[in-house]
T-cell receptor
Framework: TQLLEQSPQFLSIQEGENLTVYCNSSSVFSSLQWYRQEPGEGPVLLVTVVTGGEVKKLKRLTFQFGDARKDSSLHITAAQPGDTGLYLCAGARGNEKLTFGTGTRLTIIP | NAGVMQNPRHLVRRRGQEARLRCSPMKGHSHVYWYRQLPEEGLKFMVYLQKENIIDESGMPKERFSAEFPKEGPSILRIQQVVRGDSAAYFC??????????FGSGTRLTVV
């Protein structure tokens, strides 16, 4: 069973601060995705990374895929209250289904 | 801009009844996935279907749960003889390939 561990599990910081969320596994993935989920809604895809070492930026969010394609990080610069939510990483191997991480619940305090 | 449509949004069933959850994938998407989410937990894979075929049902409980994706119409997740432990949010996702799922808003099943 592929296991994706996210850390931290909970994170509460002040508006304007920076933060990094980690997603780690002992398995290699062909692609890794990050989702954000708000209460009462389904997860929304933020980004997909497929190449080891790949870095993608989405406004204040920076996503990195590890060189060995076993881990990933999400860095948020100058966090805003609108960034509050549950962040989920998910990995896929070939055409198999996505396996989701344990989640990081982020709260940005105004 | 029709995304993945799930209905109903909320479903209440008494113990022993049947629950039917429906999912219409995005236009052009032929892959459908069902996931279950318990409060404060991540998403647990249940089943992966393509039209008229179950590709991977390794996450489905062996009894009472079944899923289908017929040639015409939505995908259906069916839970027979529901028990309190079945209470959860059930999410459906669709994709064109493995590089990005689009999720529905989920069905919140409550068993009383």
């Amino acid at each position: 069973t592929q296991l994706l561990e996210q850390s931290p599990q909970f994170l509460s910081i002040q508006e304007g601060e920076n933060l990094t969320v980690y997603c780690n596994s002992s398995s290699v993935f062909s692609s890794l995705q990050w989702y954000r989920q708000e209460p009462g809604e389904g997860p929304v895809l933020l980004v997909t990374v497929v190449t080891g070492g790949e870095v993608k930026k989405l406004k204040r969010l920076t996503f990195q895929f590890g060189d060995a394609r076993k881990d990933s990080s999400l860095h948020i610069t100058a966090a805003q209250p609108g960034d509050t939510g549950l962040y989920l990483c998910a990995g896929a191997r070939g055409n198999e289904k996505l396996t989701f991480g344990t989640g990081t619940r982020l709260t940005i305090i105004p | 801009n029709a995304g993945v449509m799930q209905n109903p949004r909320h479903l209440v069933r008494r113990r022993g009844q049947e629950a039917r959850l429906r999912c219409s994938p995005m236009k052009g998407h032929s892959h459908v996935y069902w996931y279950r989410q318990l409060p404060e937990e991540g998403l647990k894979f249940m089943v992966y279907l393509q039209k008229e075929n179950i590709i991977d049902e390794s996450g489905m409980p062996k009894e009472r749960f079944s899923a289908e994706f017929p040639k015409e119409g939505p995908s259906i997740l069916r839970i027979q003889q529901v028990v309190r432990g079945d209470s959860a949010a059930y999410f459906c996702a669709s994709s064109r390939d493995q590089y990005g799922y689009t999720f529905g808003s989920g069905t919140r099943l409550t068993v009383v």
